[in-house]
C-alpha cells in the first residue's frame, strides 16, 4: 500500500510518502500564503510532478494526516467523512493555530484526488487513557465543563510508537509493560506508560505544560502570567514570551540544543544553567512518573535530543542515581538508528534510546484503519 503522509500547518506542509518501511519520498513545502504557493492546494501540486516520477504509474491508496488535537472524542485514527471534519473543526478553539491547518491540508487532498481515503491520526489520542485524577485540573468545575479545561497531552503518535518498539525491543508483551518515555526534540515531553498505555503525561492543556522546551518554558506558577497582566502584558505578549521566547532560548539566547550544548563545553555560564534546569526538570518528572506507574521496566529517550545528545542523557541520569539508574559510558556514546540499551547491566532499570518515526506510525495506522474499513464494508 502506498501511504501519502501529511502534517500541514499554516504556513508549510510537510509530506512522505512511504510504502511499508521504505520512505519513496519526501519534503517540506514553505511559504505557502505567499505568491508562488497561494494555498495548500497549491503546495500539493508542487511536489504532484516529483510523486508522478517516483510512482511510475502507480497511484497513492490512501493519505494519513497528522491532525493535532483529538479533543475527548478521538481515542484511534479515523476514516475522515465530512463529519470528521466537522468534529476536528469543532476543536479548533481549543487548537486555533494547528486543527485549521490540518483541515487545509485534508481540504486540499480531497480537492486534488477525490475519493482517495483520507485518515486523521490524533496526537492527542494515545493520551485518552489517563485517569481523570491525572487530566483534571484543580480549578472550579464549570471551566471543564464549559471551557474543556483539561490535561490532553500531545506527541501521542510518537510516545505510543516508541511505547511499542521499546517493549519489542526488550521482549515484554505491551500490556505488561511499564515505562517512562521522554520525547526530547524542539517540543518535549515525558510519559508515564502503564500497561503498555498512557496515564500521566507532561503537555497538558496545551503544549506549553511540563518540561523545559526548545522555545517553551514549560510548568510555571500561573500567578506569573497574572502579575504580568497587570503590568500591562497583552494575551499575545505573553503567549509570545512562554511559547517562543522561553525554554532553551529564554535561559540560553538559542533554542537548539547543539548550540547549547557547544555554548556549555566553551564555558558560556547562561547556556551550562539552561542545560542544568532542563535535565533537573526532567529528572523529577522521570522519579514522579516511577512512582506513577507502580515501578518502571525502563527509562526510553526519544527524538532528536534524546537519540542524539549523549551527554545530555548523562546529565539527566546523573540525577537519578536514587533510583538505581546507571549509563554505561560507552554504549551512551555510540551511535546508532536502531533502538539500544545505553545504561550497564548493574543499572535497575535499562535507559534505552529508541529513534521515533512519527510519519512511519501515521502511515502504519492509516493502512490499518482504510483496511479495518474496507473489510467492515465488504
Ligand atoms: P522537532 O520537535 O522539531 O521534530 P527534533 O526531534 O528534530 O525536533 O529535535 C530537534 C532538537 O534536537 C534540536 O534542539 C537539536 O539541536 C537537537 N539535536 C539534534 N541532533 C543533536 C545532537 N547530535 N546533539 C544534540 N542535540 C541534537
Same mark, same amino acid.
Given at each position: 500500500?502506498?501511504?501519502?503522509v501529511?502534517?500541514?500547518g499554516?504556513?508549510?506542509?510537510?509530506?512522505q510518502?512511504?510504502?511499508?518501511?521504505?520512505?519513496?519520498?519526501?519534503g517540506?513545502?514553505?511559504?505557502?500564503?505567499?505568491? %508562488?504557493?497561494?494555498?495548500?492546494?497549491?503546495?500539493?501540486?508542487?511536489?504532484?510532478?516529483?510523486?508522478a516520477?517516483?510512482?511510475?504509474?502507480?497511484?497513492?491508496?490512501?493519505?494519513?494526516?497528522?491532525v493535532?488535537?483529538?479533543?475527548?472524542?478521538? /481515542?484511534?485514527?479515523v476514516?475522515?467523512?465530512?463529519?470528521?471534519?466537522?468534529?476536528?473543526?469543532?476543536?479548533?478553539?481549543?487548537?486555533?493555530?494547528h486543527?485549521?491547518?490540518?483541515?487545509?491540508?485534508?481540504?486540499?487532498?480531497?480537492?486534488? %484526488?477525490?475519493?482517495?481515503?483520507?485518515?486523521a491520526?490524533?496526537?492527542?489520542?494515545?493520551h485518552?487513557?489517563?485517569?481523570?485524577?491525572? %487530566?483534571r485540573?484543580?480549578?472550579?468545575?464549570?471551566?471543564y465543563t464549559?471551557?474543556g479545561i483539561?490535561?490532553?497531552?500531545?506527541?501521542?503518535?510518537?510516545?505510543?510508537y516508541?511505547?511499542?518498539?521499546?517493549?519489542?525491543?526488550?521482549?515484554?508483551?505491551r500490556?505488561?509493560?511499564n515505562?517512562?518515555?521522554?520525547?526530547?526534540?524542539n517540543?518535549?515531553?515525558?510519559t508515564?506508560?502503564?500497561g503498555?498505555?498512557?496515564?500521566?503525561?507532561?503537555m497538558?492543556?496545551?503544549?506549553?505544560?511540563?518540561?523545559?522546551?526548545?522555545?517553551?518554558?514549560?510548568d510555571?506558577d500561573?500567578?506569573?502570567?497574572?502579575?504580568?497582566?497587570?503590568?500591562?502584558?497583552s494575551?499575545?505578549d505573553?503567549?509570545?514570551?512562554?511559547?517562543?521566547?522561553?525554554?532553551?532560548r529564554?535561559?540560553?539566547?538559542?533554542?537548539?540544543?547543539r548550540?547549547v550544548?557547544?555554548?556549555?563545553?566553551?564555558?558560556?555560564k547562561?547556556?551550562q544553567?539552561?542545560?542544568?534546569?532542563?535535565?533537573?526538570r526532567?529528572?523529577?518528572?522521570?522519579?514522579?512518573?516511577?512512582?506513577?506507574? /507502580?515501578?518502571?521496566?525502563a527509562?526510553?529517550?526519544?527524538?532528536?535530543i534524546?537519540?542524539?545528545?549523549?551527554?545530555?542523557?548523562?546529565?539527566?541520569?546523573?540525577?537519578?542515581?536514587?533510583?538505581?539508574?546507571?549509563?554505561?559510558?560507552?554504549?551512551?556514546e555510540?551511535?546508532?538508528?536502531s533502538?539500544?540499551?545505553?545504561?550497564?547491566?548493574?543499572?535497575?532499570m535499562?535507559?534505552?534510546?529508541?529513534?521515533?518515526?512519527?510519519? /512511519?506510525?501515521?502511515?502504519e495506522?492509516?493502512?490499518?484503519?482504510?483496511?479495518?474499513?474496507?473489510a467492515?464494508?465488504?
Open positions: 500500500m502506498i501511504i501519502l501529511i502534517n500541514s499554516s504556513s508549510s506542509l510537510k509530506y510518502v512511504r510504502e511499508g518501511d521504505d520512505v519513496l519520498a519526501q517540506l513545502i514553505e511559504s505557502i500564503g505567499e505568491e %508562488w504557493v497561494p494555498d495548500h492546494a497549491a503546495a500539493i501540486e508542487h511536489f504532484d510532478t516529483e510523486l516520477v517516483i510512482l511510475q504509474g502507480k497511484t497513492i491508496d490512501a493519505v494519513g494526516h497528522r493535532v488535537h483529538g479533543g475527548e472524542r478521538f /481515542g484511534e485514527p476514516l475522515i467523512t465530512p463529519e470528521i471534519i466537522r468534529a476536528i473543526e469543532r476543536l479548533n478553539p481549543l487548537a486555533p493555530l486543527n485549521p491547518a490540518n483541515v487545509l491540508g485534508i481540504r486540499a487532498v480531497a480537492q486534488k %484526488w477525490p475519493g482517495i481515503p483520507q485518515v491520526v490524533f496526537d492527542t489520542a494515545f485518552r487513557t489517563l485517569p481523570e485524577r491525572a %487530566w485540573y484543580a480549578v472550579p468545575d464549570e471551566l464549559k471551557h483539561r490535561r490532553y497531552g500531545f506527541h501521542g503518535t510518537s510516545h505510543d516508541v511505547t511499542r518498539k521499546a517493549a519489542e525491543f526488550l521482549g515484554t508483551p500490556e505488561n509493560f515505562a517512562v518515555i521522554a520525547h526530547l526534540g517540543g518535549a515531553s515525558v508515564a506508560v502503564r503498555g498505555r498512557s496515564i500521566d503525561t507532561s497538558g492543556f496545551t503544549p506549553l505544560e511540563g518540561l523545559v522546551m526548545g522555545t517553551r518554558s514549560g510555571i500561573p500567578s506569573i502570567l497574572l502579575f504580568l497582566a497587570r503590568e500591562g502584558y494575551p499575545e505573553l503567549d509570545t514570551l512562554l511559547n517562543r521566547e522561553s525554554g532553551l529564554g535561559l540560553a539566547g538559542t533554542n537548539d540544543m548550540s550544548e557547544k555554548a556549555a563545553d566553551g564555558g558560556d547562561a547556556a544553567l539552561a542545560l542544568e534546569i532542563a535535565a533537573y526532567l529528572a523529577k518528572y522521570v522519579g514522579g512518573y516511577h512512582v506513577a506507574v /507502580g515501578g518502571a521496566h527509562l526510553v529517550f526519544t527524538a532528536g534524546g537519540e542524539n545528545s549523549s551527554s545530555f542523557r548523562s546529565l539527566v541520569a546523573g540525577q537519578l542515581t536514587a533510583l538505581g539508574i546507571e549509563l554505561d559510558p560507552d554504549l551512551n555510540l551511535r546508532g538508528s533502538a539500544r540499551v545505553v545504561s550497564t547491566a548493574g543499572s535497575a535499562p535507559v534505552l534510546v529508541v529513534p521515533t518515526d512519527e510519519e /512511519g506510525a501515521i502511515a495506522a492509516t493502512a490499518a484503519t482504510v483496511g479495518a474499513a474496507a467492515a464494508g465488504s
